[in-house]
């Protein structure tokens, strides 16, 4: 199956304080197909949220490629790409910065849709689906972000990316802020979509639980680089990388210094 997203060799240099260079990202392969969820896990610092805003095109990497559909995704900010843009959306982990405040939350899920060819009957119907499986009531598309709870805005966020019926969703620790019952819908919300429209997950999360549930591949970062992947199970039940085995005694992404 050929791949719908492709990283290849792909690094970030930043110049410090002291104008030394250093590496955030080394060198990093991943591979998405179509219908599949990978992983990408690491303690904090390691570059994920900085290699999912790479692979969404919204930073330009120093080194490599990325590839959507044979598209650099850099390329899909041309206004010419708008159609594809829509095939790719990202779930930032702070809903605060990613929705406008002053966007009432109808403007807001109308906003994927405005280059798909569709009547006005059919995105109401797309957008009161979307707010039904993220248990919004309709009453919210009135209301201003604003408005809204840090969960609840989490979730409009979520059902921005879904509306359109995207064929890539890029999920940076999407659901880690979510009280566990709509976490658990949330990620029943991305399986269902799976298996309907064959929807492809990028997903980070420092929650294992969850990674185990959903994902079929992890990719495990290390100070920017590659130190493990494979399918789930493998990888969490005879990890190869001493640092992977580390993560899992700890028993969280979170609490292993770089």
Known sequence: MTDLLTAKNVSLDRTGPDRKIRPILDG???????????????????????????LAGLLRPSAGQILFKGVETVALQHPQNRQLRCNLQMIFQDPYSSLDPRQTVSAILNEPLLVQNLSAAEKQTRIELALQALALPLEALCRRAHEFSGGQRQRIAIARALVGQPSLIIADEAVSALDASIQARVLNVFLEQQGHTGLSLVFIS?????????AHRVVVLAKGRVVEEGPTKKVFENPCSPYTRQLLQNGTWKDVSR
């Open 206 to 214: 420092h929650d294992m639980t969850v990674v185990r549930h959903i």
């Open 28 to 54: 990093v392969d991943l591979s998405v197909k179509q219908g599949e969820t990978v992983a990408i896990l690491g303690a904090s610092g390691t570059g994920k949220s900085t290699l999912a805003h790479i």
